[in-house]
C-alpha cells in the first residue's frame, strides 16, 4: 500500500500535491532533469516520449516534447527555469505557465516529491479556469505521483 497523496496550499493559482517516494532524491532527479523520460511519470496521458532538446536540463535550456490531447497531436517548446541539483526541476509553457518539482530527501533516504502547476505568470488564467484546466492538472499531478510511489514501491 503507498501513502497518501497529500494536498498543499500554495495559494491562488497554484495547484500543489506531495507524496513520499522511497526513493532517495537523486534517482527522481535523474529522471525529472531528462526531458525524454517525462512519459515514464505523466500521469495525464498527454506527454509521449517525442522530444528534442538536452538529456540533462540545466535552467535556460529549452526541449520540446510531442503531447496529444483528446486524440489530437501536437508539441510544445518549454524553457528550464530552476534547475537545482537533486532539489528542483522547473519548466515554463509558452502560455507561461509552470510545471515544478520540488524534492525534499528525508533522512531514512526516501524523498518528499511535490510537483505543482503554477499558472499565475499566464495572462490565460481565468481562461484556465474556465476549461477546468487546474482541477484537471491536479488530477494529472496526483496520477504522477502515483506512478512515481508504484515504480519505487
Request: no cysteine; net charge neutral.
Amino acid at each position: 500500500m503507498t501513502d497518501p497523496i497529500e494536498s498543499v496550499d500554495r495559494g491562488p493559482r497554484q495547484v500543489a500535491r506531495r507524496a513520499h517516494i522511497k526513493a532517495d532524491a537523486h534517482e527522481l532527479f535523474e529522471i525529472l532533469v531528462n526531458p525524454h523520460r517525462h512519459h515514464e511519470v505523466d500521469g495525464s496521458g498527454t506527454v509521449k516520449s517525442e522530444v528534442i532538446g538536452p538529456r540533462e536540463l540545466r535552467t535556460g535550456d529549452k526541449f520540446r516534447v510531442g503531447m496529444k490531447l483528446h486524440g489530437v497531436p501536437y508539441a510544445i517548446t518549454s524553457v528550464a527555469t530552476d534547475v537545482v541539483p537533486d532539489r528542483v526541476v522547473e519548466w515554463q509553457h509558452p502560455g507561461k505557465h509552470r510545471w515544478r518539482w520540488e524534492l525534499e530527501p528525508q533522512d531514512d533516504g526516501t524523498t518528499q516529491v511535490t510537483e505543482v502547476f503554477d499558472y499565475r505568470p499566464s495572462a490565460m488564467a481565468p481562461v484556465l479556469e474556465r476549461l477546468k484546466v487546474p482541477a484537471t492538472n491536479a488530477k494529472g499531478i496526483s496520477e504522477s505521483l502515483q506512478k512515481l510511489q508504484q515504480r519505487f514501491a
